[in-house]
């Protein structure tokens, strides 16, 4: 059995080209992946684009908590029966005092308190401005924003002002009343954010 040199070369060129392709293929593939990976969402990504159960067991009145739900920071503002009456007090001073701006909030919420039930107030914490965040200000007559202020959303950026049931103050910058989001409640104490 005599084996030529050509017939050597052949097998080792044959070797290196499958170890070469092989050492190609993985190295295309690693190189994939990570680009593959960047292009899905993330975990975070994907659950923010869902709904948001929220308990509200643990809300006291004159207490709000902030979740996120799809990136946004959403106000769940348990108001008292003080707070509540206070929005016929300020109704003279509104731009939209009954949300007639129908792309602000879902019918369902196109009432004096913007929501469904009165206690709870749920909305879109970002002025309709530019974008900022206004602050919750609950204090009433503050000497910051004086004697008639009693009590709501005030957006220290520019200005802006919003009632506890995030109706705008006319004469301020932002144009529009502040969004509520789809919303539900599944019990006494749960909601839903993100679901009509």
């Given at each position: 059995?005599n084996?030529?040199?050509?017939?050597?070369?052949k097998?080792?060129r044959?070797?290196?080209?499958v170890?070469?392709?092989?050492?190609?293929g993985?190295?295309?593939?690693?190189t994939?992946?990570?680009?593959?990976?960047a292009?899905?969402?993330?975990?975070?990504?994907?659950?923010?684009g869902?709904?948001?159960t929220?308990?509200?067991?643990?809300?006291?009145?004159?207490?709000?908590?902030?979740?996120?739900?799809?990136?946004r920071?959403?106000?769940?503002?348990?108001?008292?029966?003080?707070?509540?009456?206070?929005?016929?007090e300020?109704r003279?001073?509104l731009?939209?005092?009954?949300s007639e701006?129908?792309?602000?909030?879902?019918?369902?919420a196109?009432?004096?308190g913007?929501?469904?039930?009165?206690?709870y107030?749920?909305?879109?914490?970002?002025?309709?401005?530019?974008?900022?965040?206004?602050?919750y200000?609950?204090?009433?007559?503050p000497?910051?924003l004086?004697?008639?202020?009693?009590?709501g959303?005030y957006?220290?950026?520019?200005?802006?002002?919003?009632d506890l049931?995030g109706?705008?103050?006319?004469?301020?910058?932002?144009?529009?009343?502040?969004v509520?989001?789809?919303?539900q409640?599944?019990?006494?104490?749960?909601i839903?954010?993100?679901?009509?």
């Amino acid at each position: 059995m005599n084996i030529t040199v050509s017939e050597i070369d052949k097998s080792r060129r044959t070797l290196l080209t499958v170890i070469l392709g092989a050492f190609g293929g993985i190295g295309a593939v690693a190189t994939a992946v990570p680009f593959i990976k960047a292009m899905l969402p993330s975990e975070g990504t994907k659950s923010t684009g869902g709904s948001v159960t929220v308990d509200l067991s643990k809300l006291d009145p004159g207490e709000q908590r902030t979740v996120k739900w799809r990136g946004r920071p959403i106000w769940i503002l348990r108001r008292t029966s003080d707070m509540l009456e206070s929005l016929d007090e300020v109704r003279h001073k509104l731009r939209d005092p009954d949300s007639e701006v129908s792309s602000q909030q879902p019918g369902y919420a196109q009432n004096a308190g913007r929501s469904i039930k009165p206690e709870y107030f749920v909305c879109v914490g970002i002025c309709t401005h530019l974008g900022c965040v206004p602050k919750y200000r609950p204090d009433v007559a503050p000497s910051d924003l004086g004697v008639n202020w009693l009590g709501g959303y005030y957006c220290p950026c520019h200005g802006s002002m919003f009632d506890l049931a995030g109706h705008v103050y006319k004469g301020v910058p932002a144009p529009t009343n502040l969004v509520i989001p789809p919303h539900q409640y599944t019990g006494e104490n749960e909601i839903i954010i993100g679901i009509d």
